[in-house]
């Protein structure tokens, strides 16, 4: 052997083998490789065995040796495990293939993407197929050979929505096409054209499509939706084909026998009814004719509907007239003849009904599964099933409550849900860009803002668009409303449309949409001329590009804002400029740059946060930094994989259950990584002095059984110093996720099903907050145990907890601040409170059984504990209400309030014009007033209510020295009122609230309760003037406070005007005291003071402080006095005053027999009213006989005449409009309306108004 080599030839040949059987030994699957990979592995592999072997010196005389090089391709080769061995595996698998694998023609693959055969689990990639092994344990798939049952098996790996990936592909590294198709059987039979237009429609970018195949995540949302409605637009479009040669179809239920019955032509006298069983008995649906007897119905099955076959049965069913009067046409000679002229006749039906039957099927397939999303489509009907369900799982435990117990949407999720429905709206009228007969009113809409914002072609033009006709609904307008010249576009059908001339010569041509759009707009307005319609909408589609166009040229008719961030994530869609430096460019060079590797790191980084940590990186400490956090990062990921793998935590879970705990996981992992980079990113700050710990705000999550399956983090999350939970769902066996956090300060647990009180909690040493509130804790001893563990707590919360009677022993916790415990209950105060202690904590024990006080030392700590504490003093005794009093004063804190009194002068204040004799008394009530629960509020109005340092105007401290003796007045009529009465009292606290440290707010919420005082008064004054002069004091009241609402109806109006931006007709205006801003309470004011004296307004002064900073004018007030003066012309007022629920609600007592009596004629006559639209309703409808007809008419007419409606109202030929609807419930209301309207009269004529 150790002279073979150099024999000539024969060196050659035992070097071949030498390398062979090293290829062998290093390389996995070498026989699978091409010649051409061989060849170089093997050169390659010699090459790096020479050292050791020393074959360069046995092959001195072959050829090989001259040829030893690198070899890119097995730089390109994986390490892989198989068996005990480690080898080295061409990432490819087409050696994989079963190339003699065909599937049936009718296979359909599962929600993963895989077709099920011969008992065997069957991947389609690439138009090839390859046979698949579940790994039960790990939930892992791996790829089969074909011929070797012990080579290596790649593992493959999926998005839940049938996109798969292979361990040895790079999405970064794939094109735009690759991208699409690479979606799974969402994308078969879609073209790389129709693939491009849904990414573009949805506003999916590559870089989109790159993050979702890293993160293993489902399709960005509108792109699932806008691949959906291609997908159904092109089976739409191929099945008048279908129908022509007889083959199934997928149309709606029954559309086929629907349609035939609805043509025109079809025999009046005949009927066809579709059985849902083959047997043709038992339920069925019946078309055409509902009197048809049972030899004039053709019965077929439902099967045979949807497989093609009812052609064939009508050829045979019908009678040669019949068929000649269906078909507008000779019949056919032979059968075969006849059923084509059927089919093409309903193929060539469909053909004009796409549109209808497209947003049919796309509708009814969309309806939400459940009542949550049901409840969300009712108001959103845009939003698609999938993207409702991932919505619903960003609701909180309290929203999911208030949508099944009141049937409303919460104002947060209502407002995520419209972002994201008007996201849906942008995409679906994208399609018109791309295809002439989508065209949307939204389309047009779009279309016609872009041009208005990026030209002046708009600026004296006015462009409505109409349906079918000059005439027809309104589709859409844009452009002045008083522009000098007015366009009409007249919408045809299928993307075709008319300009409108007044005096048109001939038959108007139809043009496309962008075509007509150029002719319609001055030449010269636009850099394209007519004829140029093609490329000018490819302009129009550059524009909206940005994805925030398409939102702004909706103008969609709202100011609410949703959670933009949470709406994004909803979406998918990348924020930030980072993010999109990566994926949207080319694959990452070698090596990465910095900003490159940051992007890879940290992908929502903005450029700014790049340049502020970029110096600091680029030193040697910086560089150490990176590689630690680039490592941090690939350990993240792979948990994150690893817990997105995990088996569902329900062992029978159904397939929605599923589907929920992928997209929680999902967002489980969103929010980790985000979190990571966010710590990540303080790391590479430089070394100075600054905030180092973040946020991780997991609240409304529903993770509760979810967050089980994650193994402990082993990236650094050690920057996390606050997590909030609340409402998460948590129980207590789910607690072992806030190890993954060792240096928290603040935890919020509230909201969730803890039954005990974690005891990890004692283990975090830097815990100084801590919201265990609303949970069932049992409070057994260990519970006890390890609050006592927490010494150095700050805040503490328990509130909510029903089982807590005994609160937590203060002695240890001695930097305690605050302890709620409210809605608990605890029937005694803590122990611990003599302890020496660094402050003194707050106590609340509102709302529990409390009625104690502690009998300590006057000057103790306890003492001071007691003095501080919140409780509810109605429930303590009189001994214990005067300890109570006495701690509080010794520590010169007022026994009634919450802050200091206004004192004497105060009281004083409101006293100077007090009668010698009345003082004494007003003093004492004054003091019994502000002594009460809860005056605080109500005394902190009246202080609001005294002069200023300084009025703005000069008008307004006259106006106010004027008044001042009548507003002390008013001031001691509520004071008097709130004495007698406790009901009233808790109202005009609950009222005044916290008011806001301004004298015109206080003065606003006066003239509120001053309204009610007055009323008050009016309803206590038993006295017999009092009760003669009730009613005209009431109705005189009615009218002031009905003008009131109406001049605050002026002020809101103004308020709106300001606010509303300048592109929508406003002034564009903030909220706010400053320049060029709108003080909305000022405003008010300015018009009720203003108007007082011209209106007679209720209560009201005649002066406010800040009357320039509401900047009304007199112009202002003068046109609000004549638009109230006109609303009362004819019976606005009366109208008006019957809307005072006060004035109603006296009338409806003091007439009560006679209301009684017109609600029995109105009762009575809905019920008729009922039975006439029924009525009605059958006799507008197709499908009624003319015998019924003519019965119809009778019950109708006799109807009418007792509801006292006109014939010609009932007897018309369509069914009646909402309109008109509502017009006849008026008409039986009217009597009922008119007693009240009759009463109001009298009153106003006997009060002398």
Not at 1052 to 1071: C, D, M, S, Y
Request: hydrophobic share 35%.
């Amino acid at each position: 052997m150790v002279i073979t080599p150099f024999v000539p030839g024969l060196g050659e040949l035992m070097l071949a083998y030498t390398a062979y059987q090293l290829a062998d030994d290093a390389i996995e699957g070498v026989v699978d490789l091409a010649e051409g990979q061989f060849k170089e592995a093997a050169e390659h592999l010699i090459a790096v065995t020479t050292d050791i072997l020393q074959l360069g010196a046995f092959a001195a005389g072959g050829e090989v040796a001259s040829a030893f090089k690198r070899s890119p391709f097995v730089d390109g080769m994986r390490a892989v495990r198989v068996g005990d061995e480690q080898r080295l595996w061409s990432p490819d698998l087409g050696p994989y293939a079963k190339g003699d694998l065909q599937l049936p023609a009718d296979s359909r693959p599962d929600a993963l993407g895989l077709h099920s055969h011969q008992n065997q689990k069957v991947l389609r990639l690439d138009n090839q197929h390859y046979v698949v092994e579940h790994d039960e344990t790990a939930n892992t798939y791996r790829v089969k050979h074909p011929t070797r049952p012990d080579a290596y098996s790649p593992t493959v790996d999926h998005n839940g929505s049938g996109a798969w990936i292979h361990e040895g592909e790079n999405p970064r590294t794939w094109d735009s096409e690759t991208l699409r198709s690479r979606l799974g059987p969402v994308v078969d039979g879609l073209t790389p054209t129709q693939l491009e237009q849904a990414c573009e429609t949805s506003g999916t970018h590559d870089g989109a499509l790159r993050m979702m195949y890293a993160n293993r995540d489902t399709p960005p949302p509108l792109l699932a939706d806008s691949l959906k409605r291609m997908k159904l637009r092109v089976e739409i479009e191929a099945t008048p084909e279908k129908i022509r040669t007889g083959a199934a179809t997928d149309l709606p239920t029954n559309w086929s026998a629907q349609t035939t019955s609805e043509l025109q032509g079809w025999p009046s006298n005949k009927a066809i009814k579709v059985f849902i069983g083959d047997d043709l008995v038992g339920d069925a649906m019946p078309y055409g004719a509902m009197d048809a007897t049972d030899a004039n119905t053709l019965k077929i099955s439902h099967q045979d509907v949807q497989a093609g076959k009812l052609p064939e049965q009508l050829s045979v069913f019908l009678s040669e007239t019949e068929l000649s009067t269906l078909l507008s046409a000779p019949v056919p000679e032979t059968a075969a003849g006849r059923i084509k002229a059927l089919r093409d006749l309903l193929a060539n039906t469909l053909e004009q009904e796409k549109a209808a039957v497209f947003n049919h099927l796309y509708s009814t397939q969309e309806v939400s599964d459940t009542p949550h999303g049901r409840l969300i489509q009712q108001q959103f009907p845009q939003l698609p099933k999938d993207l409702v369900a991932t919505l619903l799982l960003r609701t909180s435990p309290q929203e999911l409550t208030v949508m099944s117990s009141e049937q409303r949407i919460p104002l947060r999720l209502k407002n995520l849900a419209r972002a994201l429905a008007n996201e849906v709206r942008a995409s679906h009228a994208s399609e018109g860009f791309y295809n002439d007969a989508l065209l949307t009113p939204d389309t047009e809409r779009m279309a016609l803002n872009i041009v208005r914002q990026h030209t002046d072609a708009l600026g004296d033009l006015n462009i409505a668009i109409h349906e079918q006709t000059p005439d027809g609904a309104l589709r859409c307008q844009v452009g002045p409303a008083e522009a000098g010249t007015k366009k009409i576009l007249v919408y045809k059908g299928q993307g075709r449309y008319q300009i409108h001339e007044a005096f048109p010569q001939g038959h108007p041509p139809q043009y496309s949409f962008y075509e007509a759009l150029l002719r319609a707009v001055p030449a010269e307005k636009l850099d394209y001329l007519p004829g140029q319609g093609g490329i000018f909408k490819e302009w129009l589609k550059d524009q909206l590009k940005p994805l925030a166009e398409r939102r702004t040229v909706l103008q969609v008719p709202t100011r609410r804002a949703g959670d933009e961030r949470t709406t994004q994530i909803l979406l998918q869609k990348p924020m930030f400029g980072g993010l999109r430096r990566l994926i949207l460019g080319e694959p990452p060079r070698q090596p990465p740059t910095l900003k490159e590797t940051l992007a890879t790191l940290c992908p929502r980084l903005s450029e700014e946060q790049i340049q502020a940590v970029t110096p600091h990186l680029n030193t040697p400490q910086g560089e150490r930094l990176l590689k630690t956090l680039e490592a941090d990062r690939a350990t993240l990921d792979e948990d994150m994989d690893r817990f997105r793998k995990k088996r569902p935590s329900l062992d029978r879970a159904t397939p929605n259950w599923v589907l929920n705990e992928k997209l929680m996981r999902d967002l489980i992992i969103l929010e980790l990584k985000v979190c990571w980079e966010e710590g990540a990113y303080l790391r590479m700050l430089p070394p100075e002095p600054r905030p180092r710990g973040t946020l991780l705000d997991l609240s409304e999550l529903v993770l509760g059984r979810y967050i089980r399956g994650l193994e402990p983090l082993r990236a650094d999350f050690s920057h996390v110093t606050r997590l909030n939970l609340n409402g998460t769902r948590l129980d207590i066996q789910d607690v072992k996720f806030l190890d993954n956090f060792p240096n928290l300060r603040a935890l919020d647990l509230s909201g969730n099903e803890l039954d005990e009180i974690p005891w990890r909690l004692s283990k975090m040493k830097d815990l100084t907050a801590l919201n265990l509130s609303d949970n069932p804790i049992t409070w057994s001893p260990d519970d006890y145990k390890v609050i006592k563990q927490c010494p150095q707590l700050r805040s503490l919360s328990l509130e909510g907890h029903t089982n807590l009677t005994i609160p937590p022993n203060l002695t240890l916790m001695t930097e305690l601040r605050r302890l709620v415990m409210r809605r608990t209950s605890v029937i005694q105060w803590p122990t611990g409170m003599e302890s020496r202690r660094g402050s003194i904590p707050e106590l609340d024990f509102s709302n529990t059984p409390l009625n104690t006080v502690p009998d300590v030392a006057p000057d103790s700590v306890a003492a001071r504990i007691v003095a501080y504490s919140w409780l509810d003093r109605a429930k303590l005794g009189h001994l214990d209400e005067d300890r109570f009093v006495s701690y509080r004063r010794n520590f010169g804190i007022d026994p009634y309030r919450t802050v200091p009194r206004g004192g004497k002068a105060a009281r004083e204040y409101w006293m100077y014009f007090m009668a010698s004799e009345d003082l004494d008394y007003a003093v004492q009530i004054w003091d019994d007033v502000e002594k009460e629960h809860g005056s605080q509020g109500f005394f902190d109005v009246l202080k609001l209510l005294r002069p200023p340092e300084q009025f703005q105007t000069d008008t307004d401290v006259q106006l106010f020295q004027q008044g001042r003796e009548d507003l002390t007045t008013r001031v001691w009529q509520v004071l008097f009122a709130v004495d007698e009465n406790p009901e009233f009292r808790d109202r005009m606290f609950s009222l005044a609230g916290t008011p806001a440290n301004c004298a015109d707010a206080g003065a606003h919420i006066f003239n509120r309760m001053g309204v009610e005082t007055l009323l008050e008064n009016i309803r206590n004054d038993d006295t017999p003037l009092g009760l003669a002069t009730r009613e005209s004091n009431l109705v005189k009241l009615a009218k002031q406070s009905w003008r009131l609402d109406q001049v605050n109806q002026l002020a809101r109006k103004e308020i709106q005007h300001r606010v509303t931006p300048t592109n929508e007709g406003g002034l564009g205006q903030a909220f706010g005291s400053g320049p060029n801003q709108v003080d909305d309470v000022q405003v008010y004011l300015a018009y009720q003071t203003g108007l007082k004296t011209r209106l007679d307004l209720p209560w009201l002064s005649k002066h406010m402080v800040y009357r320039d900073t509401a900047r009304v004018t007199q112009t202002h007030l003068d046109t609000a006095f004549g638009d109230i003066t006109q609303r009362e012309q004819g019976d606005g007022l009366v109208n008006g005053l019957l809307e005072q629920p006060f004035w109603s609600d006296y009338l409806h007592d003091a007439y009560l027999e006679e209301f009684n009596t017109q609600r029995e004629k109105r009762a009575n006559a809905g019920s008729q009213l009922e039975d006439l639209l029924e009525a009605q309703q059958e006799w507008a409808s197709a499908q009624v006989t003319p015998e019924r007809k003519a019965s119809l008419r009778e019950q109708l007419i006799t109807l009418a005449d007792e509801l006292v409606i006109p014939h010609t109202v009932v007897l018309a030929e369509q069914p009646l409009s909402d309109a008109t609807v509502r017009d006849l419930y008026d008409h039986i209301q009217h009597d009922y309306n008119e007693l009240g309207r009759r009463l109001t009269r009298d009153a106003l004529q006997n009060a002398g108004l």
